[in-house]
């Protein structure tokens, strides 16, 4: 089964500083996604970038961007420029890639960083 | 567009009743996949529906259920709660089910008393 861990509980930034958050994950796939969400207050999980394994270019969205090292099953967000509105919960999260009714739908997460953006 | 919408967004229960939560995925969206998020286990998987079909299933009991209607609009339902089941549950539609581009919605939060 695959599993995701997101080992700092708790990180914090400055205000326009730089910060990164650390996920590894263990799979004996070779094709598969991988995502960070983002969940602030209200809730509402919103994604913040996406990677496919079999791209070795690192992801990027504006102010955010990963470093993907596949051999050593690690995926870790980058935030540029925090702002206050960054301060949320994140998550780390890994899908199996493929057709297939066991994948869809499925993400397996990890346990989650709370990011606290000081102004 | 309108984004997944979950009602209600707060319930309270007693142990042994049951519930019913409801979600409308974006239009055009026809997979609903529910989550369940408490702070000791985080984020679980609980179904997918697909076309008004359950097409994948994790691992939680089978007074868990679902159904999609021809809308794609989905319901969940727990029959015979527990206190354990006290949780934020999570609906996420996507167009694309193999890219695993999910869409959340806000969640129904479930106290059980």
């Known amino acids: 089964a695959q599993t995701v861990t997101q080992s700092q509980p708790e990180m914090s930034v400055q205000e326009a500083e730089t910060v990164t958050l650390s996920c590894t994950y263990d799979t004996s796939e070779s094709d598969y996604y991988l995502f960070w969400y983002k969940q602030p207050p209200s809730r509402q999980m919103i994604l913040v970038i996406r990677q496919e394994a079999y791209k070795q270019q690192n992801a990027t969205e504006n102010r955010f961007s990963v470093n993907f090292q596949k051999a050593a099953k690690s995926f870790s967000l980058k935030i540029s420029d925090s702002q206050l509105g960054d301060a949320a919960m994140y998550f780390c999260a890994y899908k199996r890639a493929g057709a297939g009714g066991t994948s869809y739908g499925k993400l397996t997460f990890g346990q989650g960083t709370i990011l606290t953006v000081h102004p | 567009k309108a984004g997944v919408t979950q009602t209600p967004r707060y319930l309270i229960k007693t142990r042994g009743q049951q519930v019913t939560l409801s979600c409308s995925p974006i239009s055009g969206h026809r997979s609903v996949s529910w989550y369940q998020q408490t702070p000791g286990q985080g984020l679980q998987f609980l179904f997918e529906?697909?076309?008004?079909?359950?097409?994948n299933k994790g691992n939680f009991p089978g007074r868990f259920s679902g159904r999609q209607f021809s809308n794609s609009r989905s319901e969940m339902n727990v029959s015979t709660l527990e206190l354990g089941d006290s949780a934020l549950y999570l609906c996420?539609?996507?167009?694309?089910?193999?890219?695993?581009?999910?869409?959340f919605g806000s969640g129904t939060q479930l106290s059980v008393l």
């Open positions: 529906y697909f076309s008004e079909t359950q097409r």
């Open positions: 996420a539609s996507s167009f694309d089910r193999s890219a695993g581009k999910l869409f």
